[in-house]
T-cell receptor, first 116, second 113 residues
Framework: EAQVTQNPRYLITVTGKKLTVTCSQN?????MSWYRQDPGLGLRQIYY???????DKGDVPEGYKVSRKEKRNFPLILESPSPNQTSLYFC???????????????FGQGTRLTVV | GEDVEQSLFLSVREGDSSVINCTYT??????LYWYKQEPGAGLQLLTY?????DMKQDQRLTVLLNKKDKHLSLRIADTQTGDSAIYFC?????????????FGTGTRLTIIP
């Protein structure tokens, strides 16, 4: 079954304690991205990756890091989480970048992060 | 700015039609999308429209595109309780090799029995 898998689904952590949210896709997609969803703000892109070892900042990258060592995995790293990073996070993958034809983005189930 | 705007809430009686509106900013967007987010789940592509089209119909869904006004709408005929969700419009933006999807704020559709 084609899917994007995020872990964990829920996480409560304390300010400053490093954490990683994993994302894996089994569709051999080149393009992967991370979004955060906040009430009234929709989805905002944090980072994206066009391919292995190619990553770039989205609209709200501050406080986050990513890596793309393998095609299937795209972890999101919070080196020193703060309360303003409390949010619902989604990983997404697609066959290629959004502009190349009808490129459906497949989303993970989401990770609800609370930083206290 | 790169804003895609939607109303936050819409309530519709079961059996009526729902119309969700969206305005976007990038006139060069090639494709425009509607995604559906059910409670506790990620987003799923509902439908899309190519920018040289005015309308697309897919069963109960009708997408209308007014490129001059940069206005996109999604009409759901005979709205059912299973249509309760948040609906996001999205446009593709950016130069080739650096493109991304920009999402609206989402419209929460509530069905009244």
């Amino acid at each position: 079954e084609a899917q994007v898998t995020q872990n964990p689904r829920y996480l409560i952590t304390v300010t400053g304690k490093k954490l990683t949210v994993t994302c894996s896709q089994n569709m051999n997609h080149e393009y992967m991205s991370w979004y955060r969803q906040d009430p009234g703000l929709g989805l905002r892109q944090i980072y994206y990756s066009m391919n292995v070892e190619v990553t770039d900042k989205g609209d709200v990258p501050e406080g986050y890091k990513v890596s793309r060592k393998e095609k299937r995995n795209f972890p999101l790293i919070l080196e020193s989480p703060s309360p303003n990073q409390t949010s619902l996070y989604f990983c997404a993958s697609s066959r290629e970048g959004a502009r190349f034809g009808n490129t459906e983005a497949f989303f993970g189930q989401g990770t609800r992060l609370t930083v206290v | 700015g790169e804003d895609v705007e939607q109303s936050l809430f819409l309530s519709v009686r079961e059996g009526d039609s729902s119309v969700i509106n969206c305005t976007y900013t990038d006139s060069s967007s090639t494709y425009l999308y509607w995604y559906k987010q059910e409670p506790g789940a990620g987003l799923q592509l509902l439908t899309y429209i190519f920018s040289n089209m005015d309308m697309k119909q897919d069963q109960r869904l009708t997408v209308l595109l007014n490129k001059k006004d940069k206005h996109l709408s999604l009409r759901i005929a005979d709205t059912q309780t299973g249509d309760s969700a948040i609906y996001f419009c999205a446009e593709s933006m950016g130069e080739a090799g650096n493109e991304k999807l920009t999402f609206g704020t989402g419209t929460r559709l509530t069905i009244i029995p």
